[in-house]
């Protein structure tokens, strides 16, 4: 397993345009996070899944961005109609999380995909 | 709610001089907490985790201490190196314990 992949890598697009991002988490993990980051601040919560249950939300992620996990494997973040403001990296991470202690919730995350709306 | 604090925002320093990077946080019933270092333009690398019962973390040249009653973590890395430079965050988990909350972090310069 290489880790989590991200694609695409970077995205450029036109004030309007859908675009969408697509996440592999490491095989075996059950959770998969979506985090946005832009210049100069840490990584900001969008959304998990556990499995393919999109388990919690942040009031960041506004009804133009959709996130899915079909079949609790890779996952894909939607933006529609994208504004100069979605320009952001967009990290995906994944984790194992099997019993009750949440110290043990350690997120391994990918590379990122950075989009750029012109 | 948790946040987490760094300080200082940026940190230059000579190539073999031991720094210290810190990290505050506001809720001290903490599950565990992480220093993740990103390089301009990429993902974040795990480089430690600190469980609640620990007091310190070591890999190679970094140590990462948990001080929960005071509610902060310091990054140590001893005699640094120009490739040390990056930005270095650190993150805890929101009081769920399912989103980690990261501070902006401290950006690192090592020059030679």
């Known amino acids: 397993d290489t880790g989590v992949s991200q694609d695409p890598r970077h995205k450029i697009t036109k004030r309007g345009q859908n675009v969408t991002f697509r996440c592999d988490p490491i095989s075996e993990h059950n959770r998969l996070y979506w985090y946005r980051q832009t210049l100069g601040q840490g990584p900001e919560f969008l959304t998990y899944?556990?499995?393919?249950?999109?388990?919690?939300k942040s009031r960041l992620l506004s009804d133009r961005f959709s996130a899915e996990r079909p079949k609790g494997s890779f996952s894909t973040l939607e933006i529609q109609r994208t504004e100069q403001g979605d320009s952001a990296m967009y990290l995906c991470a994944s984790s194992l999380l099997t019993g009750l202690w949440k110290g043990a919730n350690v997120l391994t995350f990918g590379a990122g995909s950075r989009l750029t709306v012109l | 709610k948790q946040e987490v604090t760094q300080i200082p925002a940026a940190l230059s320093v000579p190539e073999g001089e031991n720094l210290v990077l810190n990290c505050s946080f506001t809720?001290?019933?903490?599950?565990?907490l992480q220093w993740f270092r990103q390089d301009p333009g990429k993902g974040l690398t795990s480089l430690l985790l600190?469980?609640?019962?620990?007091r310190e973390q070591t890999s190679g040249r970094l140590n990462a201490s948990l001080d929960k009653s005071s509610g902060r973590s310091t990054l140590y890395i001893a005699a640094s190196q120009p490739g040390d430079s990056a930005t270095y965050l650190c993150?805890?988990?929101?009081?769920?314990?399912?989103?980690?909350?990261f501070g902006k972090g401290t950006t690192l310069s090592v020059s030679s």
């Open positions: 993150a805890g988990p929101d009081q769920a314990g399912t989103a980690l909350i």
């Open positions: 899944f556990q499995n393919e249950a999109q388990l919690e």
């Open positions: 600190i469980q609640s019962s620990q």
């Open positions: 809720d001290s019933a903490i599950y565990n």
